[in-house]
């Protein structure tokens, strides 16, 4: 079956260490996507990708950066400039034309400081 | 700054009554809308979306839109149990969502057996 897989589920990050969160697609996705989610928060973008080698900046992008080298392929590393990085990251994907009509969200990553 | 503006709840409604959900948003060149229902611990999933004046209608769950007015409304006919969950509303600009959306912070919503 097609899905977004997002790896690990859980992460914890030490202070000064810099964490690279996994997200893969196998549906054909164009558009791909990282978001954050604070609790009682809702999503805020931090970086999106509408084609391969190519990514612009969300709304929160300092303190973290990606690359987009394979279409199937999003990861997200947190640097140790994030200074709060304890948060539910989500990542999703969609075909170009669909954008939020089509997102399909991966099942999130935990991170937390400690 | 795009803003998206909800009640945060607790909404609390009897099964079998219609639950209704609001949004505002402050950017007037919105073009598309999207609720999405998140349970806890979960990813979001899409359960409407409406890009013109009015109202659409998916089974149970009805999306209303007044751009004049600038809010987003989802009502939930004979509610159950199982639609306790965080509603989301996001809005995108002309893109449709390609490169990405604003969501509100999410209405927590109870159904009481």
């Known amino acids: 079956d097609g899905g977004i897989t997002q790896s690990p589920k859980y992460l914890f990050r030490k202070e000064g260490q810099n964490v690279t969160l996994s997200c893969e697609q196998n549906?054909?996705?164009?558009?791909m996507y990282w978001y954050r989610q604070d609790p009682g928060q809702g999503l805020r973008l931090i970086y999106y990708s509408q084609i391969v080698n190519d990514f612009q900046k969300g709304d929160i992008a300092e303190g973290y950066s990606v690359s987009r080298e394979k279409k199937e392929s999003f990861p997200l590393t947190v640097t140790s400039a994030q200074k709060n990085p304890t948060a539910f990251y989500l990542c999703?994907?969609?075909?170009?034309?669909?954008?939020?009509?089509?997102?399909?969200f991966g099942s999130g990553t935990r991170l937390t400081v400690v | 700054q795009k803003e998206v503006e909800q009640n945060s709840g607790p909404l609390s409604v009897p099964e079998g009554a219609i639950a209704s959900l609001n949004c505002t948003y402050s950017?007037?060149?919105?073009?598309?809308f999207f609720w999405y229902r998140q349970y806890s611990g979960k990813s979001p999933e899409l359960i409407m979306s409406?890009?013109?004046?009015g109202d659409k209608e998916d089974g149970r769950f009805t999306a209303q839109l007044n751009k004049a007015s600038q809010y987003v409304s989802l009502l939930i006919r004979d509610s159950q149990p199982s639609d306790s969950a965080t509603y989301l509303c996001a809005v995108s600009g002309i893109g449709g969502g390609a490169d990405g959306l604003t969501f509100g912070k999410g209405t927590h919503l109870i159904i009481q057996p």
């Open positions: 950017d007037r060149g919105s073009q598309s």
């Open positions: 549906l054909n996705h164009d558009a």
């Open positions: 999703a994907s969609s075909k170009h034309y669909e954008g939020g009509r089509g997102y399909t």
């Open positions: 409406i890009y013109s004046n």
